[in-house]
T-cell receptor, first 113, second 113 residues
Framework: GEDVEQSLFLSVREGDSSVINCTYTDSSSTYLYWYKQEPGAGLQLLTYIFSNMDMKQDQRLTVLLNKKDKHLSLRIADTQTGDSAIYFCAESMGSGGYQKVTFGTGTKLQVIP | EAQVTQNPRYLITVTGKKLTVTCSQN?????MSWYRQDPGLGLRQIYYSMNVEVTDKGDVPEGYKVSRKEKRNFPLILESPSPNQTSLYFC????????????FGQGTRLTVV
């Protein structure tokens, strides 16, 4: 079955880069996603990458996908205190129009001023 | 404003007392899902719906029911809640099965005593 793993906690200083890592087991993933959850809020889709891509950049966010190692990472440049949140990686797979999404356990990012 | 609205946000109930958590979206999305979030387990899908009157089980459907009589609403029903259903519940909607534009509700924190 699908399994998505993340480290539980990451602490960085404001202004530094953060790198959040994720590993997944299913090689038939179609999309891989990064979600952000702020305290008391729902999940917000930050970015996603199609499985045939290696990299995607969106302003301060860079997603790297190593399909051979089944490793996904999210780099946040110039990390700000507003980036403090739980970050979930997720993968989707399926056919027939619906992509079933499996989430990781989440990484809590703490940004120290 | 595009949004997914869940009610109630907080609920404490007793074992065996039927309850319904409502979910409504104003974006005319076809796909809707329910997830539960538990510490150390990330989000797990309970049920999903691909359109009106089309629903299917997710990874942890036991003890839950759903219905999709209208496109905008996707209520989650607990016929006989038990303490192991104490959790944080999220509803999500998406215009496509790829979930690349998924929107999440604010969450419902349910405690069953």
């Amino acid at each position: 079955g699908e399994d998505v793993e993340q480290s539980l906690f990451l602490s960085v200083r404001e202004g530094d880069s953060s790198v959040i890592n994720c590993t997944y087991t299913d090689s038939s993933s179609t999309y891989l996603y990064w979600y952000k959850q702020e305290p008391g809020a729902g999940l917000q889709l930050l970015t996603y990458i199609f499985s045939n891509m290696d990299m995607k950049q969106d302003q301060r966010l860079t997603v790297l996908l190593n399909k051979k190692d089944k490793h996904l990472s999210l780099r946040i440049a110039d990390t700000q205190t507003g980036d403090s949140a739980i970050y979930f990686c997720a993968e989707s797979m399926g056919s027939g129009g619906y992509q079933k999404v499996t989430f990781g356990t989440g990484t809590k990012l703490q940004v120290i001023p | 404003e595009a949004q997914v609205t869940q009610n109630p946000r907080y609920l404490i109930t007793v074992t065996g007392k039927k309850l319904t958590v409502t979910c409504s979206q104003n974006m005319n999305h076809e796909y809707m899902s329910w997830y539960r979030q538990d510490p150390g387990l990330g989000l797990r899908q309970i049920y999903y719906s691909m359109n009106v009157e089309v629903t299917d089980k997710g990874d942890v459907p036991e003890g839950y029911k759903v219905s999709r009589k209208e496109k905008r609403n996707f209520p989650l029903i607990l016929e006989s809640p038990s303490p192991n259903q104490t959790s944080l519940y999220f509803c999500a909607s998406s215009p496509s099965g790829s979930n690349t534009e998924a929107f999440f509700g604010q969450g419902t924190r349910l405690t069953v005593v």
